[in-house]
């Protein structure tokens, strides 16, 4: 009988650990939240700050020229668009003289001639220095950028001296042409000499010179 008893509560207590071990197997589902996508659209970086523009070029303004005796003033004939000639004169009204032959710049004074004689331009800066043939850059920034022998060598009849722009210094300006050679095919010559400051005709002027002369044409002065 106690044999029985004993027999029954074992049997017992293996359902009771059954169904606490089943128990503790159940799995509890919990459901995934689902995903949430957030799309952030972030602002373009900002432009980088623009470079500074700069300053622009100071205005030149010049006195009226003083010119030689003898010297003739010219109101020369030009017409917007036409292309330039090589020949001392804006032909375009653009405020160069000559360009893509020559340079200009603040200042530009350029002398033409017709035949095929050897003349020279000289221009005296107003520290003193002269530009020409023998001296084609002074300190003041001029630059004889084009030397004309006529018959001679070259053929050409236009010389050509600048001053950047922003560099031509203040003060006065002496301009003279000499006759240094009529090459066999000269003889006396029409000069015309062209004096452009701050991109405008400060005066256009005509001199016929004779073998051998030199002539003082035009003074001018950069306030």
Not at 72 to 96: A, F, H, K, S
Not at 139 to 147: I, V, Y
């Amino acid at each position: 009988m106690r044999k029985t008893i004993l027999t029954v509560f074992a049997l017992v207590l293996l359902v009771h650990a059954s169904a606490c071990t089943v128990r503790g197997r159940v799995a509890v589902h919990v459901p995934t939240p689902p995903r949430v996508q957030i799309d952030v659209e972030a602002p373009p970086p900002p432009a980088p700050p623009a470079a500074p523009a700069p300053p622009p070029a100071p205005v030149v303004q010049a006195s009226a020229p003083e010119i030689g005796v003898g010297v003739v003033v010219l109101t020369p004939n030009c017409t917007p668009g036409v292309p330039e000639r090589l020949n001392g004169i804006d032909d375009n009204c653009n405020g160069q003289v000559d360009e893509g032959f020559v340079q200009s710049g603040a200042v530009q004074i350029t002398l033409g001639w017709s035949t095929g004689a050897d003349i020279d331009l000289y221009v005296t800066d107003p520290f003193g220095e002269e530009l020409s043939y023998r001296n084609t850059s002074v300190g003041s920034g001029g630059t004889l950028d084009r030397d004309a022998r006529g018959a001679c060598t070259n053929g050409q009849t236009t010389e050509n001296v600048y001053w950047p722009a922003g560099a031509a210094p203040r003060g006065t300006y002496r301009i003279a042409a000499h006759y240094f050679n009529d090459c066999q095919a000269g003889g006396a010559t029409e000069v015309v000499l062209s004096i452009m400051v701050g991109g405008r005709a400060l005066g256009v002027y005509q001199y016929i010179l004779g073998p051998g002369q030199r002539i003082d044409l035009a003074t001018f002065t950069i306030p």
